[in-house]
Every structure is written in C-alpha cells, then in structure tokens.
C-alpha cells in the first residue's frame, strides 16, 4: 500500500468517524428530551446519565482525538522505512477505540441496572454483554485484535 493512498485511507476514515460522532453528540440530548418529555434543560440534566451528558457536550473532544490520530499516522507515514500496513491497522483501530468509547458514554443509560431508593443505577457487566445483542464486547474485540496483531507482527514482507 503507497502512503498517498494509507493517507487517503486515514484521513476518510477521520472524517466519517468524526462526523458520526458528532452528530450523534448534537442529537441524543434532543433524543432525550423528547423520549423523557423532558421541559427544561435541567430536566435534561437530571435524566441524562453524567458520563453520556458529558460526552454529548463535549463530542468535539472524540472528533479532536481522531483527527490526532490521523494527523500522526500520517505523519509516521512519511518516514522513510514506515511499516505502512501496520501503521495504518493501528491508527484504524485507535480511531475505532475513540468511536467505541463515545458510543459507549452514549450508550451508558442502556448498560446500567435498575435503580432503587438507595442508590441511583450503576454500570453492570451483564447489562454491558446483553446490551443490543453483546455489541459493545464483540465489537470492542474486533477493534482491539488487528492493532495487537499490527503492534506485535514482525516486520511487513510485503512493505
């Protein structure tokens, strides 16, 4: 692969990945709002989860953290013995973490348990690999195994 075109891969990838972010960040409060009937903002504030509110107000940060990643890949790229195949397979799978993390915090209200009059709802591992049919395990898995395989592979035969 020439590194124009892992360049090329990069870049589109932080671009879809930051613009999903972000909208998602701008239309889950609305969400919210609207699934809860939720009349104010502190309302929102109320039922919104802290780490999914922060999240939706601070999408920006997840869209940064992908665009940081590409613009280092790519500038890795540029070095003249860059393992490109390798490189591109972790920053792809570093991108994906930040993603999965967002859809995580986003995602949070779904991965907790049922609240009592003791303490509010908390994170349950059960709830976390019943969640959508165990999307987050599986797809956190499928994201984490070709940048292990990237960082621990010897050198590229075909770079």
Not at 33 to 43: C, N
Request: hydrophobic residues 55%; positive net charge.
């Amino acid at each position: 692969m020439s590194t124009r075109l892992a360049s090329l891969v990069l870049a589109a990838s932080t671009v879809v990945s930051s613009y999903i972010v972000l909208l998602i960040g701008y239309v889950l409060p609305k969400f919210f709002a609207r699934a809860y009937g939720a009349q104010s903002a502190s309302d929102l504030d109320i039922l919104i989860p802290p780490i999914t509110r922060f999240a939706a107000r601070h999408a920006w940060a997840f869209a940064l953290s992908a665009a940081v990643i590409c613009i280092v890949a790519v500038i890795l790229l540029q070095r003249p013995h860059a393992r490109v195949h390798q490189l591109v397979a972790v920053a792809l799978s570093a991108q994906a973490l930040v993603v999965w993390f967002a859809m995580f915090c986003y995602c949070f209200a779904g991965l907790t348990g049922s609240m009592s009059l003791h303490h509010s709802s908390e994170f349950e591992f059960g709830q976390f690999f019943q969640f959508a049919f165990g999307v987050f395990p599986v797809t956190l898995c499928a994201i984490v195994a070709p940048g292990l395989t990237a960082l621990l592979s010897p050198n590229d035969r075909n770079a």
